[in-house]
């Protein structure tokens, strides 16, 4: 589906180690500014411990979870949408992703450079939504410019569209990421069209320290909760470490640790559900697979996942729900005790739902 999860923040705050613990690649993560340049792009399972339980009933041939991208985009400075430090280029890197995850130092360390030379973790979100606010006036502006051409011709629309363009920027002036809970659903989607940065999906990751005195978490869990954005405390340097070990390995740091699993696994799945994507399974003797589909996805729309033409040729779909397919220990089992439904075009697919489809090619 081509879903792309970008991670930005100031430069040097843990972005690379970040995404070199995600994708277990080894992409540059050094100790200055600007280390990371070019866009790097990991696609990355889903972990989902659903499958392996769909699995170890069906005993399949093959397990394949579902992916999605993570982009680790280059550090942005105060001034960048003037130019400053690598400027727009990576503005337009981050204009490309459906989701962005914001890592900002948590922690002190005299040993780790920070770009301003203070660690303020509450400055350094505001420096980052500025940035993007920045960037996205300057796009407003250009249409309210071609707007005003319509609206003296008497386009209608174009008036309408014109509002609430300026609802947006009264929003930016405040210096504040717009929220779009005021508007309704069709105005949502024209917003949507301008493909803005500050009104794209958003989750914190808030860089800490295992060490809990160097850490300064208070404010921006306080702006976390007052902008209803979700945020996720993680030691980064930590996480990297798991991710580079094997499993027995990692079990055993974990009990050390005393976690039952890697804070990644929770960022991987928080980023997917940020996309409002959902995941359904197909199981059968070759393969248990997971698949990746837009929340409020039709039945015909998942099957077209699989392919374009199941969705074309979609009859009906055989629909056993996740839980109803572990009680019933697999598909024969649901069909005994009534679990296995026949649902038609209409059918709204859940999150969980284990699927058989009919159809014709």
């Keep these: 589906m081509g879903f792309k999860c970008g991670i930005l923040g100031l430069p040097n705050v843990g972005k690379s180690t970040l995404f070199n613990a995600i994708t277990k690649s080894a992409i540059p993560a050094e100790n200055f500014p600007f280390c990371t340049i070019e866009p790097n792009v990991g696609i990355v399972n889903v972990p989902d411990k659903r499958l392996l339980a769909i699995n170890a009933i069906t005993n399949s041939e093959k397990v394949i979870p579902t992916t999605m991208s993570f982009v680790d985009i280059a550090g942005l400075v105060k001034g960048a949408s003037k130019g400053e430090g690598l400027g727009n280029a990576f503005l337009s890197n981050i204009r490309e992703m459906n989701a962005l995850l914001h890592v900002v130092r948590c922690f002190e360390d005299e040993n780790v450079v920070h770009v301003d030379g203070k660690v303020n973790p509450l400055s350094d979100v505001e420096t980052i939504n500025l940035e993007l606010i920045f960037a996205d006036i300057e796009v407003l502006d ?38 779009l809970d005021t508007f309704s659903e069709e105005e949502v989607t024209f917003i949507n069209s301008l493909n803005l940065l500050s009104t794209k999906p958003m989750l914190l990751i808030a860089n800490i320290s295992d060490d809990n005195s160097k850490n300064k978490l208070d404010d921006i869990k306080e702006y976390a909760v007052a902008n209803s954005i979700d945020i996720i405390p993680a030691v980064v340097k930590i996480e990297h470490e798991l991710a580079n070990l094997d ?55 998942a099957a077209g996942v699989i392919h374009t033409d199941f969705e074309r040729g979609f009859i009906k779909a055989e629909i056993i729900s996740y839980l109803d397919f572990i009680a019933c220990a697999g598909e024969a089992g649901a069909k005994k005790e009534g679990k296995l439904r026949l649902e038609g075009k209409d059918y709204i697919v859940q999150d969980g739902d284990v699927i058989h489809f009919k159809f014709n090619v």
């Design 247 to 301: 499993d027995d390995e990692q079990t055993e740091y974990l009990e050390l640790l005393g976690m039952d699993e890697p804070v990644l696994n929770k960022i991987i799945l928080a980023g997917y559900k940020l996309l409002n994507l959902e995941t359904y399974f197909t199981s059968g003797p070759k393969e248990s697979r997971a698949w990746t589909i837009h929340q409020h996805a039709s039945a015909p729309q």
């Design 142 to 179: 250009k249409r309210l410019l071609k707007l005003e051409k319509l609206i003296r011709s008497g386009d209608a629309q174009a008036k309408l569209d014109q509002i609430i363009i300026q609802s947006l920027k009264e929003m930016m002036d405040h210096g504040v990421l717009p929220k």
